[in-house]
T-cell receptor, first 114, second 112 residues
Framework: DAGITQSPRHKVTETGTPVTLRCHQTENHRYMYWYRQDPGHGLRLIHYSYGVKDTDKGEVSDGYSVSRSKTEDFLLTLESATSSQTSVYFC?????????????FGPGTRLTVT | GENVEQHPSTLSVQEGDSAVIKCTYSDSASNYFPWYKQELGKRPQLIIDIRSNVGEKKDQRIAVTLNKTAKHFSLHITETQPEDSAVYFCAASRDAGNMLTFGGGTRLMVKP
């Protein structure tokens, strides 16, 4: 597996509280992504980053923000968690063609909002 | 934006049989089509991918075909084994390695 970790791996939080998920990579890959996975919906892109301080919205970005202050870390923040944000969150990295197009996924974070 | 539909949502086959999973996409500019396998409780992992300048690609027991005119692509697994049981996702992208749009997934069950 590529050097990519996520923390925490599991979290239970209450509605209205802020939550930050961390993705850390040791591969020095330029691109980083946050997806959420829900039954029947596959993986949906939340936000992605194409470099330090360079981020853009994905398909389901409402209610989420991201930050990338250094190459190895990409943070996903839920400013005020809602029950609809209960999901499994995956981070992924890629180097976009150098040497392959593959996106490598982290182990995932299971978030439950009560 | 891109929309990827995947069928069937579940597929049960007998060990040794073949399995076929089909996906359609909406954006004619998409040019990169990967397939990911996700075992229970694990992360998705790439098993094969194809680019729009190729019609078919094969890797041992798995193959992918692409029909750009009809905007659909398929995953073929031959001689299925119990360890092939997993959820399979197709995806499409305009630009390889970036902004993947995933299908809803197919749960493949291979019965021994």
């Amino acid at each position: 597996d590529a050097g990519i970790t996520q923390s925490p791996r599991h979290k239970v939080t209450e509605t209205g509280t802020p939550v930050t998920l961390r993705c850390h990579q040791t591969e020095n890959h330029r691109y980083m992504y946050w997806y959420r996975q829900d039954p029947g919906h596959g993986l949906r892109l939340i936000h992605y980053s194409y470099g330090v301080k360079d981020t853009d919205k994905g398909e389901v970005s409402d209610g989420y923000s991201v930050s990338r202050s250094k190459t190895e870390d990409f943070l996903l923040t839920l400013e005020s968690a809602t029950s609809s944000q209960t999901s499994v969150y995956f981070c992924a990295i890629s180097d976009r063609g150098q040497p392959s197009y593959e996106q490598y996924f982290g182990p995932g974070t299971r978030l439950t909002v009560t | 934006g891109e929309n990827v539909e995947q069928h069937p949502s579940t597929l049960s086959v007998q060990e040794g049989d073949s399995a076929v999973i089909k996906c359609t996409y909406s954006d004619s500019a998409s040019n990169y089509f990967p397939w990911y396998k996700q075992e229970l409780g694990k992360r998705p992992q790439l098993i094969i991918d194809i680019r729009s300048n190729v019609g078919e690609k094969k890797d041992q027991r798995i193959a992918v075909t692409l029909n750009k005119t009809a905007k659909h692509f398929s995953l073929h697994i031959t001689e299925t084994q119990p360890e092939d049981s997993a959820v399979y996702f197709c995806a499409a992208s305009r630009d390889a390695g970036n902004m993947l749009t995933f299908g809803g997934g197919t749960r493949l069950m291979v019965k021994p």
